[in-house]
Nanobody, 115 residues
Framework: QVQLVESGGGLVQPGGSLILTCVTS????????MYWYRQAPGKEREWVAM????????LLGESVQGRFTISRDDGKNTLYLQMNNLKPEDTAKYYC????????WGQGTQVTVTS
């Protein structure tokens, strides 16, 4: 049974930082590409970042380049998103995602950036 459990969200001021964590189980994490998405109220879900297996390559969405970093710990089956210099427009619910025949999603973790 595939499980993705996000945590680490919270309320932060503009310019602040957060680290999101996605603990996974039930599938071969080390050989799976992993993704972060976000969804703000009234908006469509937006792709944020991707990391290939063995961290051979990472990609970031244009709006977060230079501020966010995606990483993984295959020994812990865990995905991370380091978010720096947060802006109010980063406010959203953040989800980790993987595809194994179909899309799997966690329950999400809320990030709110406000002064």
């Amino acid at each position: 049974q595939v499980q993705l459990v996000e945590s680490g969200g919270g309320l932060v001021q503009p310019g602040g930082s957060l680290i999101l964590t996605c603990v996974t189980s039930g599938f071969p994490f080390s050989s799976s590409a992993m993704y972060w998405y976000r969804q703000a109220p009234g908006k469509e879900r937006e792709w944020v970042a991707m990391i290939l297996s063995s961290a051979t390559r990472t990609l970031l969405g244009e709006s977060v380049q230079g501020r966010f970093t995606i990483s993984r710990d295959d020994g812990k089956n865990t995905l991370y998103l380091q978010m720096n210099n947060l802006k109010p427009e980063d406010t959203a619910k953040y989800y980790c995602n993987m595809f194994l025949g179909k899309d799997y999603w966690g329950q999400g973790t809320q990030v709110t950036v406000t002064s």
